[in-house]
C-alpha cells in the first residue's frame, strides 16, 4: 500500500482551520489537523512544499518509520511550524490505520481505561460578578470542572475575557492588536476572585485558572502559595515556558498543581519538569506536540512521575484533533482532564463529528479511525481570513508576554 496523493484545505468556519487529508492507492485516506493559530499559511505552504512531496509513495501503515523521518531526518527540527506538519501528518495516518483495521483510534492505543472523559469548561466575565455568573451558567450545563478567568480592575484587556458579546476569541482579523497588562493588580485580584467562587458554589467545583505566562517565578510562587486555600484543580502557565527553572522556585513555595506546555511541541521541553515533578499535568495538543506517535512516548514517560495529561483544546484547534484527543484520553491510565469549547454551529458544516458532550463529559462512538470527516464543498466556501493573536504591553509600554 503507498500513499498516492494528499492536500491541503485551508478552511474558515468562523475561524481558520487546516486540514490535511491523506490519501493512499486502496481508497483509504486520513485527516490531520495542521491549524497553528494566526500561523496558519505557514505550516500549510511548509506541507504543500515540503511535506506532501516526500509522502508520495511511502507505505502510510508505517507511522513510527515516518514520524521519525519527518523529525530525524529533518536538519531544523522542531518548532510550532514544522512539529504542527508533522502532527498533521501523524494523526492522518493514525486515522488511516485505524480505518484500515476497521477499529476506533482508542483500540489501536491499548484500548479503553475508561468509558467517558472528564471535561472542563471556560468561565469568563467583564468583572468578577460575571464571572461568577458564568461559572453558574456552566455547572447548570453539568460541568464539574470549571476554568475561571475575569477581567482585572483598572486593566483594560484580560486574557480570556470576550471583547464584546459571545464567546471569547483571542485572535482578531488583521495584524496583531495591542492590549495592556498589569501582574501587581492581577496578583491582588486572582485570590479575592476565586474566595469569591467558592463562597458562592462551594468546594466542590473543580476550579482552574490560566496565568497564560504572565508572571515572573517570585510572582508565580505568590500567586500560587495565595490561591492555596482555594483549592485548584491546575494553574496553568504560571510562569513562561522557557526557563524550566523558575518552576523549581514555585514548587519550593506552593502545593497547588501546576499544568504547563500548550505551546510545547516535543518530549525534550518536558524531560526536566517530570523528572523534577515540577508540573502536574501536560498541556501540549496532540496537533502540536508530534501526534499520537511522540504523545504516547511522553504521556508514557509522564506516568512513571505521576504526572497526568490535561491536552490543549480550545476552539483554535479543529475537531479532528478534539477527536483524537478523545481517543487517546479514553487510552492512556494517567488522563487528568480535557480541555472543552465547543465549536460554534458552523464549523459543523465542514466538518463531521463523531463525540458528544453529556454532563461535563465527552465520549466518542466506534467509527474505524479518528471518526471526523470533512465536507471539501462546503470547507471551500469559508476561504481564509488572515487573524492574529494580540500582543500584549505593561502600562508602561514595556513588551510582555501575552
Known sequence: MKIKNAKVIVSCPGRNFVTLKIETDAGVYGLGDATLNGRELAVASYLENYCIPMLLGKDPRN????????????????????????????LALWDIKGKLLGTPLYNLLGGKSRERVL??????????AEALDSVGKKLDLGFSAVRVQAGVPNVPASYGVARGEGPYEPAAPGLPHEESWDTPRYLRFAPKLFQNVRDAYGD????LHDVHHRCTPIEAARLAKDLEPYRLFWLEDPVTG???????????????????????NSVYDYTSLISEQLIDFVRMPLSHGGGVTHLLKLAAFAGIYHVQMGFHGATDLSPVNLAASIHFDLAVSNFGIQEYMPHPEVVNEVFKVNYRFERGTLSIDDTPGIGVDIDEEQAARYPYQMACLPVARKLDGTLTYW
Do not use: C
Open 63 to 90: 507511522t513510527e518509520d515516518l514520524w521519525n523521518y519527518f523529525y530525524r531526518g529533518v536538519y531544523w527540527k522542531r518548532g510550532a511550524v514544522n512539529m504542527a506538519a508533522l502532527s498533521a501528518i501523524d
Open 119 to 128: 471535561v472542563y469548561a471556560h468561565a469568563t466575565g467583564k468583572d468578577s
Open 204 to 207: 466542590d467545583v473543580l476550579l
Open 242 to 264: 522557557e526557563l524550566q527553572e523558575g518552576l523549581r522556585l514555585l514548587r519550593r513555595h506552593s502545593v497547588t498543581p501546576v499544568a504547563i506546555g500548550e505551546v510545547f
